[in-house]
């Protein structure tokens, strides 16, 4: 696909001028004539409240970069491009969201433009996105894959978002923290139905009916509950169509999403032996409630190295893991698959970029992104989600380790 040219940046509008009041009438004029003057004050008073309301409001920062005519089918893969460089005029360039599809070559096709772009989710036939202020604070918006205009989802108030999440329909979840003094909400989740966006965003309550705020939270995937851990580690699930009693999960120390294709969570405890700190690993199956036990094969690395996350690639334990390790100044990374019979590496980067920051597997566990960095690259310094600059996303065969694309960016939706 062809990359498509995204418009110039909007401007916010001018908050509306407030029409000063009339002076006062003189004595003696008829009831009539007086009410009629009351009620227009009114009106004129109104009308001018509203406009310096609505201008005091946060507009959306995200342009969509598609084109009226745009199919509303989404693609196989997103990802987003930071860019910290700035233009001739001392203006920041624009992030970026890409869509693109395996069999497709280029950097794929433009979705939206923000100034400052902190993470995004994916829904069938929109994007949310969540785009930073000139106050740090956030907004949140829905670009529909249509062309359509854009909206904003109402928050709580001012404060920001994180953790965003999208079902694979039309719900998207996230944390959200009010901006002090407030003390409202700290990491609260909550639920938008972007299919009645007339109802604000809805808390999800805990084990104790109160609001939760969370540590780490997942949609379970093709449905609309999800699974929730709190900051202390416990664990519910949770549905997200009404305000039902959640099912406790047990206290975990660590949750790590799903195994690709099932309804398992992979878990993580300490060692109940103080003689063995190995981790403790776990599979919890949302059909039935089992819970059992993971052996995962260690990867055998030097001393100065460390591992990067352990991602499940099957039930079976199969994983891939990061290896990095700094030689004199330079980190350098290796993607290795490890199962039952050992390890073998599968993704080295070019020196250009050499360190692997996060990795995942496609919905169909044929291929896993990888995101790269390069070695000179500049922290963004972003208040959530902070990475660096330029960075990309390598598409990997996992059955064999054939390079597949290379995109611009990170975050890929795989791994949202």
Same mark, same amino acid.
């Given at each position: ?15 509306? +001028? #407030? ?68 233009? +001739? ?8 969201? #890409? ?60 404060? +920001? ?118 981790? +403790? ?19 055998? #690395? ?115």
């Amino acid at each position: 696909m062809s990359t498509k040219r995204a418009p110039a940046q909007r401007k916010t509008p001018r908050p509306g +001028k #407030r029409i000063p009041t009339p002076a006062r009438r003189r004595h003696g004029l008829s009831f009539a004539v007086r009410l009629r003057g009351t009620i227009a004050l009114l009106l004129v008073l109104s009308a001018a409240l509203t406009a310096a309301n609505i201008a005091a409001e946060p507009h959306p920062n995200a342009v969509s970069a598609l084109e009226g005519t745009a199919g509303t089918a989404g693609f196989e893969l997103y990802t987003l491009e930071r860019d910290v460089n700035y233009d +001739k005029a001392g203006m920041k360039n624009p992030d970026t969201i #890409r869509g693109t599809n395996i069999a497709d070559s280029g950097h794929g096709t433009v979705i939206l433009t923000a100034p400052r772009i902190q993470e995004y989710a994916a829904l069938p036939t929109a994007l949310a996105a969540v785009t930073i202020n000139d106050d740090n604070t956030s907004s949140l918006e829905i670009i529909p894959l249509s062309g359509g205009p854009e909206a904003q989802v109402p928050l709580p108030g001012a404060g +920001k978002v994180e953790l965003l999440r999208a079902a694979s329909k039309r719900f998207v979840g996230f944390a959200f923290s009010s901006t002090p003094p407030s003390q409202q909400h700290w990491k609260t989740l909550f639920v938008y139905d972007t299919e009645d966006p007339s109802t604000p965003p809805r808390e999800i309550r805990g084990l104790d009916g109160k609001p939760v705020s969370v540590l780490n939270w997942a949609f379970v995937p093709n449905t609309f509950s999800l699974v929730v851990q709190n900051e202390s580690g416990t664990m519910f699930l949770a549905n997200a169509l009404a305000a039902a009693n959640p099912a406790p999960l047990g206290l975990h120390a660590e949750f790590h999403g799903f195994v690709p294709g099932t309804k398992e969570i992979y878990v993580v405890d300490a060692s109940s032996d103080p003689t063995n700190k190995v981790a +403790k690993n776990s599979m919890i199956d949302l059909t039935n409630g089992t819970v059992r036990p993971l052996d995962l094969k260690t990867v055998i #690395r030097n001393d100065r190295s460390w591992p990067g996350a352990t991602v499940l690639l099957n039930e079976s334990g199969r994983y891939a893991q990061s290896t990095s390790e700094n030689t004199a100044g330079k980190v350098t990374s290796v993607l290795t698959v490890t199962d039952a019979t050992g390890s073998a590496t599968l993704y080295q980067p070019d020196p250009a970029w050499s360190r692997i920051d996060g990795y995942c597997p496609s919905p169909d566990g044929k291929f896993i992104a990888v995101e790269a960095t390069a070695p000179e690259g500049a922290a963004d310094r972003y208040p959530v989600l902070p990475a660096h600059s330029p960075m990309r996303t390598e598409i990997i065969e996992l059955d064999t380790g054939t390079h597949a694309r290379s995109l611009p960016g990170f975050q890929p939706s795989w791994c949202r």
